[in-house]
């Protein structure tokens, strides 16, 4: 079915797919011919319309699409209209968003008041039910009893209640973890790094403030896993996290000397024991020199001067910690050659390698 493979590209090229409407059957507009089949679908996408009307049409010629050369409407396999994009509202010669005739088309109208019935037409200023009420399109729409699968189904981390994304500074997890929340209606734990004071001076002075850097992080750490995990959400499915409590004694075993390690483990332990345990620990790997450029491209001042050893070190005390573990949780992943935030099929997979029993 056209519509089904449709959708399926849409997801793996342009978004994740929120929520599809019915699919509805319709009179042929504009010319004789067989009855149409319309639906809405309602996503999310890091793409520019510009940029989605450009795979758009790459879905569309792929699936067999191809354009009329006489004027007027026509039959063909696929058609695919951005309805509207955010709230946004522009018009260029190949492009006008919102879609001009929308308003006018019972059967755009009636898919997109069943995925969002208050939404609200930017320029009309009317959300969709008024918009459906109020068209002088009288055509029939028949509502049909198929009905389209999400691709997103392939990709449910409900399943799990409690994912950590690791990796080294500058491998990544915070981008991932953010997306991944936002894609599957996750509770997002992000590390409260910025906040903290002493995080600049260390990398100034490491052996004056290498102990309160990292006490500081371990009480806040402790505090905001302790609270958060354990305060149940209603309206999220899970909790990702873009960072695990034993980063803590992995960061401390590299900075703090002997003597001051040694009590900063006691501690460690003392508080490590209270916290849930994540069912998947994923950790991204990406070689040094990658490392270093993703640390550049951020630009923390406090940042510039993280030497190749440092990133080698903390590396290694990843690997060390990871063999201790239960080899069914850990998920190690080599994303030094792929770029899941700008591509989304690198992003899939790398979904899928998480998900992988």
Known sequence: MYLQQAVNALFEELGTIHKISSVYETPAMGFEGEPFLNCVIWMRSGSTAKQALKKIGAIEKR???????T????????????????????????????HPRMAGRKFVLQPL???????????????????????????????????????KQ??????????????????GKTSL????????????ILERFKDNPFLPKFYED????????????????????????????????????DYDAYKSLIFAKVTLAEE?????????????????????????????????????????????????????????????YIKTMPQERVKIIDISEIDFVKNRGDYLKLLKQILDN
């Open 154 to 171: 392939d990709y449910d981390i409900s399943k799990l209640n409690y994912i950590a994304i690791e990796g080294n500074i500058g491998a």
């Open 260 to 320: 001051e390690f040694n009590l900063y483990k006691k501690l460690f332990h003392l508080m490590h024991k209270e916290l849930p345990k994540p069912d998947v620990y994923v950790y991204l790997y990406q070689n040094t020199e990658r490392l270093l450029e993703n640390i550049k491209k951020r630009g923390r001042s406090f940042e510039k001067g993280i030497a190749p050893e440092y990133l080698q070190q903390i590396n290694d005390g990843y690997f060390d």
């Open 113 to 151: 008041a069943e995925v969002n019935a208050q939404l609200v037409h930017p320029s009309l200023q009317a959300n969709m039910v008024k918009l459906l009420a109020q068209t002088p399109d009288k055509s029939k729409v028949a509502k049909l009893s198929k009905w389209l699968r999400n691709p």
């Open 206 to 241: 490491q052996h004056r403030y290498a102990f309160p850097l990292e006490m500081s992080f371990l009480a806040d750490r402790y505090q905001q896993l302790l609270e958060d995990i354990a305060q149940f959400d209603l309206f999220k499915d899970c909790v990702i996290a």
């Open 63 to 69: 699936l067999g699409r191809v354009k009329s050369t």
């Open 71 to 98: 004027k007027g409407y026509a039959s063909r396999v696929i058609d695919i209209d951005i309805l509207l994009f955010n709230n946004e509202t522009f018009s260029e010669s190949n492009l006008v968003i919102p």
């Open 177 to 188: 973890a953010s997306k991944m929340a936002e894609d599957f209606n996750a509770k997002l």
